[in-house]
Every structure is written in C-alpha cells, then in structure tokens.
C-alpha cells in the first residue's frame, strides 16, 4: 500500500511561516523525487516545489522562490516544505506527490502528470 502522509499546515497571519512534512513508506519513497502542489479555492492545482532523490535537484514556482524551501531527509522518508513571509495568495490545500520516475537520484519535474501517488492534502490559510 503506497501512502504520503502529510503533516503541518494551519492558519497563520500574513508574514508568518509554517512547515509541512510529508512522511511516506519505504517503498513508496525510496529513489523517488518528492513534489509539492497547492490548489487554491476556484483554481487549478498548481506546482509549487519539487525536489530530486539525492536532493541536489530542487525546483520551485517563481512565485514561491526565495520563500519556500523544499527539503528531504530519506533516514526518516520524509519531505519538507518550510514556507516563510506567507501572503494571502497561498491560501490553498497543499499536497504532496511521488514523481513516479525512478532511475536517475538527480531527477525532478514540475510536470503534474509524472506524479503517480498524492497525499491527502492540508489546509494552509494566511490571514491578512
């Protein structure tokens, strides 16, 4: 059974930061680059950071860049998302994805249709 469990996430006022963590199991997680996406109310899901398996990959929307750093630790199969300076636009329910290509540690993609396996999403509100 391949599961992401998410954790993190909440209310916080504008400038403030929070960090959510996506923790999965071993085979869900192992050589594997981790994303993370956020849908916003009335939007798309969008891409908002990914990073590859050994970690030395790591891409980011521009408009998160300089604010959110994605990071992983693979003894404890867990991703992080640690977001700073927090405005009203990233409201949204954020997930965590498998990018389903295993091969190449270096690899990462913001594409949506290469991540096979999600979690089940957070809430992330920021009060202006």
């Known amino acids: 059974q391949v599961q992401l469990a998410q954790s993190g996430g909440g209310l916080v006022q504008a400038g403030g930061s929070l960090r959510l963590s996506c923790a999965a199991s071993g085979r869900t997680f192992g050589g594997h680059a981790i994303g993370w996406f956020r849908q916003g109310p009335g939007k798309e899901r969008d891409f908002v950071a990914a990073?590859?398996?050994?970690?030395?990959?790591?891409y980011y929307a521009d408009s998160v860049k300089g604010r959110f750093t994605i990071s992983r630790d693979n003894a404890k199969n867990t991703v992080y998302l640690q977001m700073n300076s927090l405005t009203p636009e990233d409201t949204a329910v954020y997930y965590c994805a498998r990018d389903r290509r295993i091969g190449d540690p270096n690899l990462a993609t913001r594409m949506g249709p290469e991540y096979d396996y999600w979690g089940q999403g957070t809430q992330v509100t920021v009060s202006s």
């Open positions: 990073i590859s398996w050994s970690g030395g990959t790591t």
